[in-house]
């Protein structure tokens, strides 16, 4: 009897098969594509942490290094200064390493994105170290600084650190959308970036800043989006949580909405942040600090969120002696909380209102995020408008439509995947 290896004849179709999906549709990573003719910076890259993390570094060499630089010197150094302290970045990365918990909890929960900040590193030919601290140091960087001068940052005349991130979400009958605006230091604007990755199965399309992990994105494969929200009053603790971006990427990176949920009251979190999860059923919203996880509540499949208080009462010990708060009664807060808050508080009716008039249907979100102060051009203030994104979800697509600017700056560019 003649024996036949059928393994070999079979590889071919199996590879054709392997790229082509029923009704001809290829697999999610394949459907859209990046290149360098888009606004953002951009780079798709397939492999583990670190071979994704090379990658980048290797693509973004000088941009990432102009980057550190001036988040070295625009940022770290003068924000060290409004509190007080010695401008001296090298005092901030000793800090930030190695008198904090940080790096600790990135290895025990995020072991991978610990590979991927060294690969960029690799990449890039530049100090891990400094590239860890970069990545580390959003949100945390007021967290750190704090704990370093015994002064809050976002208190202090001038620095004007609450006119951030906005969004928007809209629901009803398997049918969502979601507008969100990424809110950061001027000094960020011209290094936005765009990454579309398939990292050890996860295939995400990310949106951040060259030499990061990214900042909020969407999973291609499973169909939801993670977006997040600066909440500078509520509790931060630079000794028992993740950083932000490192605790965003994990969310991001599960199975469903559900189980990115699920992660999200039990990782642990180091900083006060706002957190909006978004698939075709709908959105959730939660208000996370140190201490406590609280979720915003909805009506009627209507969500907006900036950067006040809404459900989590945790609040700075700073803030509270600041403004002469007791007992924290989020529904009574003082005129001068508002007042200090103004531009949240702003942001926040113009989007709860806008919903009131439209529905998943009709919404057109452009019509309210071009507006002033949710659209915020680069100016003498520090908060601008990095990046915006829209994502519409139904039971089968997502539709996905994104720039590098404040709404109405640079066009709208479109995407759409299949990914059930």
């Known amino acids: ?215 909020q994105g969407v999973n291609l494969q499973n169909g939801f989006s993670v977006n997040a929200h600066s909440k500078f009053d509520l509790r931060a603790d630079i000794h028992k949580g993740l950083p932000s971006l490192f605790f965003a990427r994990e969310l991001m990176e599960s199975s469903n909405k559900k189980e990115a949920v699920s992660k999200l009251n039990q990782l642990p979190i180091a900083v006060g942040i706002g957190y909006v999860i978004t698939d075709y059923q709908g959105a959730e919203a939660y208000e996370l600090s140190a201490n406590q996880k609280m979720k915003i509540e909805t009506l009627n499949n209507r969500l907006a969120i900036s950067n006040d208080l809404r459900a989590n009462a945790d609040m700075k010990i700073s803030v509270k002696k600041y403004f002469n708060i007791d007992e924290v009664d989020l529904h009574h807060l003082s005129a001068d909380y508002w007042k200090h808050n103004q531009d949240s508080e702003l942001r926040f009716t113009m989007i709860h209102n806008y919903l009131k008039k439209v529905n998943v249907n009709t919404v057109n979100w452009i019509d309210v995020f071009s507006k002033y102060p949710i659209a915020k051009e680069v100016s003498i203030d520090m908060p601008v408008t990095n990046c915006w994104i829209i994502v519409n979800f139904d039971k089968e697509f997502m539709d996905i439509q994104t720039s590098p600017s404040h709404p109405g700056g640079l066009p709208l560019e479109s995407f759409r995947i299949k990914y059930n």
């Open 1 to 215: 009897m003649n024996h036949y290896n059928l393994r070999y004849p079979l590889l071919p179709f199996l590879l054709c098969f392997s790229l082509i999906t029923h009704a001809g549709i290829p697999p999610v990573y394949h459907q859209i594509e990046l290149n360098d003719n888009s606004s953002f910076y951009t780079i798709e890259a397939q492999g583990d942490y670190y071979e994704v993390g090379l990658a980048h570094g290797k693509k973004f060499k000088k941009e990432i290094r102009y980057m550190l630089n001036r988040f070295k010197f625009e940022l770290v150094e003068p924000m060290m200064q409004s509190v007080g302290l010695e401008a001296n970045y090298k005092a901030y990365r000793e800090y930030c390493l190695y008198k904090t918990s940080f790096l600790k909890h990135i290895k025990q929960y995020t072991p991978g994105l610990y590979d991927e900040v060294f690969g960029i590193s690799e990449g890039a030919q530049l100090s891990f170290d400094d590239l860890m601290v970069y990545n580390i140091s959003f949100d945390e960087l007021f967290a750190i600084l704090e704990e370093m001068s015994g002064k809050n940052p976002s208190l202090v005349d001038g620095n004007r650190l609450n006119g951030h991130c906005s969004a928007g979400a809209i629901w009803n009958n398997g049918k969502s959308s979601v507008c969100y605006s990424l809110d950061w230091a001027k000094m960020f604007e011209g290094s936005q970036a765009l990454m579309k990755y398939n990292v050890d199965g996860n295939i995400l399309l990310l949106t951040g800043y060259v030499g990061t992990v990214g900042i």
